[in-house]
């Protein structure tokens, strides 16, 4: 079955330590990104990628650091600058179009994380 | 840039009760528009998509229609049911064409 993958599905760290989640998709879709969701709240963008070796950030990436060294998987790590790290964290990818047509973005799981 | 705002939730119905999620955009051109459902404690699922003006798109029973003459995207279900208890998200993409734009999202509460 094709689809994104995130683990772990919950995860604790203690304060002031390095994190990383894991997003690997086998849809072989371009583009892949990272969102933060909290309580109540709506989505917003960490990072996105576009292509292998290269990502820009989104409205709130400070504090968090990405990777896409393979097309198939987008790593996030949460760095101890980040503020207030507790959050649900949402990856999803989409196929990347040519000119102005867009196509849908599918989503993971999520990954709830809780700083101690 | 490219904006959406649904209405403030939450929506509380009983079963079988009529639906509306009011979405409405600001956009240059005319986008692709989406509704996400998201179950508790899940990610997002693509609920519906349309991608021109006056298309309308369905799905499990919910429709939207691309009304480019109020610039809006209303998602309708006829009759709830105690399982379409979620949050719903209306998207669409931002002016570069490379990330989504989503509303903050309306949960939705249906009793039995």
């Known amino acids: 079955d094709g689809g994104i993958t995130q683990s772990p599905k919950y995860l604790f760290r203690k304060e002031g330590q390095n994190v990383t989640l894991s997003c690997e998709q086998n849809l072989n879709h371009d583009a892949m990104y990272w969102y933060r969701q909290d309580p109540g709240q709506g989505l917003r963008l960490i990072y996105y990628?576009?292509?292998?070796?290269?990502?820009q950030k989104g409205d709130i990436a400070e504090g968090y650091s990405v990777s896409r060294e393979k097309k198939e998987s987008f790593p996030l790590t949460v760095t101890s600058a980040q503020k207030n790290p507790t959050a649900f964290y949402l990856c999803?990818?989409?196929?990347?179009?040519?000119?102005?047509?867009?196509?849908?973005?599918?989503f993971g799981p999520g990954t709830r994380l809780t700083v101690l | 840039g490219n904006s959406v705002t649904q209405m403030e939730g939450p929506v509380t119905l009983s079963e079988e009760a009529f639906l509306t999620i009011n979405c409405t955009y600001t956009a240059t051109g005319y986008p692709s528009l989406f509704w996400y459902v998201q179950y508790p404690g899940e990610g997002l699922q693509l609920l519906l998509k349309a991608t021109k003006a006056d298309d309308k798109g369905s799905n499990k029973g919910f429709e939207a229609t691309y009304r480019k003459e109020t610039t809006s995207f209303h998602l309708e279900k006829g009759s709830v049911q105690v399982s379409d208890s979620a949050v719903y998200f209306c998207?669409?993409?931002?002016?570069?064409?490379?990330?989504?734009?989503f509303g903050k999202g309306t949960m939705l509460l249906v009793s039995p």
């Open positions: 998207a669409l993409p931002n002016s570069g064409y490379s990330t989504l734009t």
């Open positions: 990628s576009q292509i292998v070796n290269d990502f």
């Open positions: 999803a990818s989409s196929i990347k179009l040519a000119g102005s047509s867009y196509n849908e973005q599918f």
